[in-house]
């Protein structure tokens, strides 16, 4: 049996897609969708858990502002379809620290940039991840940073592990075949509920400056 980081998963971005398919208007189911992001922050830690701690923070807080709205209005919020729309009624809608659609936004935002990052690591087997991250970071969040953040991603970026060592770490006793079986469609799972979630913020026209 595989003990891979991502073979040991309870909830995966594999079952998100499956969800969505699953779903008769494509919609995202949110617990499970929130499920599967608690299980990828950890990857955080791997990276290198000091420099990476306040990306991290970040994406785990906005995590949790769309899990309170979904413990707080279930009925309202079985999608995140369903919880943008209905959120839309509220005064706090879009509101910064108080908004789960807001904090979703910036949710998707860093998954843009990690999906890039992943798939940059896959299909290009000698590169270092630091050139990875850095070369996803400049096409997707550094347009939505300021300054000191974008300083803050330059030191997490540069303090990256080695490929080869990152490798190994998520593999823990699997050796690289089992590692990239395992990797393979977790990644182009969570690329492809990526893109959902980037279709679903751009039809509501809530993909803007903040």
Not at 22 to 40: D, S
Not at 109 to 114: K, N, Q
Not at 130 to 147: I, R
């Amino acid at each position: 049996m595989a003990t891979n980081f991502f073979a040991t998963m309870d909830k995966t971005w594999i079952d998100v897609a499956s969800a969505i398919d699953a779903h008769p208007n494509g919609e995202i189911p949110t617990e499970i969708f929130i499920a599967a992001a608690r299980e990828l922050s950890n990857i955080f830690d791997i990276l290198n858990s000091m420099a990476f701690s306040p990306v991290k923070k970040d994406m785990v807080q906005n995590i949790d502002l769309v899990e309170q709205r979904f413990l707080s209005a279930g009925p309202e919020s079985q999608t995140l379809n369903q919880l943008i729309a209905n959120e839309r009624k509220l005064s706090t809608f879009m509101q910064k620290g108080k908004s789960p659609s807001r904090a979703l936004l910036w949710y998707k935002r860093g998954m843009e940039f990690l999906a890039q990052a992943f798939l940059r690591c896959l299909e290009n087997p000698t590169e270092e991840l630091a050139v990875s991250f850095s070369k996803s970071y400049e096409t997707t969040l550094q347009q939505h940073h300021g300054f000191l953040v974008r300083n803050v991603f330059s030191l997490a970026v540069k303090a990256a592990p080695y490929r080869e060592d990152f490798l190994k770490s998520l593999a823990k006793e699997d050796d690289r075949e089992q590692l990239l079986a395992t990797m393979t469609p977790y990644i182009h799972a969570y690329v492809k509920v990526c893109k959902v979630l980037v279709k679903l913020y751009d039809d509501e026209d809530l993909e803007r400056p903040l």
